[in-house]
């Protein structure tokens, strides 16, 4: 099994992928299976969350780029700028983890969201996609950060 102990700047191709939906990418510790079949273990610093592009290095030095998977979502849109904030703000009132894109909101599938934000006027789609939620005003640029919860380095996640 392979230990993986630290994230690092990607430089070339990979020798594997991690391929993980948020929730895993949000644990700092543990056992994952890469998409080689080989299994790992994460032993990361507390509180590192990885995103889409990553890198990690496994103690025997292979690369393993991390990967959203395709998670079951909900993309909602709107008519105008209006409708769009005023979903946004319903959701973050209730701090729901969510993707912002240039004219979309994307969260966890929730039946109880997806009527809510029916019900303020906003068109919502459930579908199959990576979800790269924003990683929070209180993160600052201490911990991973480096530009990875820039939406523009990921429009299309």
């Not at 993986?4 to 510790?29: H, N, Y």
């Not at 610093?45 to 890198?55: A, E, I, Q, S």
């Not at 959701?91 to 599938?109: I, S, T």
Request: hydrophobic share 40%; aromatic share 6%.
């Amino acid at each position: 099994m392979y230990e993986i102990e630290e994230r690092i700047t990607c430089r070339g191709s990979a020798d594997d992928r991690l391929v993980a939906p948020f929730e895993l990418r949000q644990k700092s510790r543990a056992r994952v299976t890469l998409a080689s079949g080989a299994e790992a273990g994460l032993f990361l610093p507390r509180g590192t969350v990885l995103r889409h592009g990553d890198c990690l290095r496994t103690r025997c030095g292979r690369v393993v780029r991390v990967e959203a998977a395709l998670e079951h979502v909900l993309t909602a849109r709107a008519q105008g700028p209006g409708a769009l904030l005023r979903a946004a703000y319903h959701l973050g009132n209730r701090h729901v983890p969510l993707q912002v894109g240039p004219d979309w909101l994307r969260l966890g599938f929730d039946p109880v969201l997806r009527d809510m934000l029916l019900g303020l006027g906003v068109d919502v789609a459930e579908e199959q996609a990576p979800f790269e939620p924003e990683a929070g005003a209180y993160r600052g640029t201490h911990g991973h950060h480096q530009g990875h919860g820039d939406h523009a380095a990921h429009p299309d996640l």
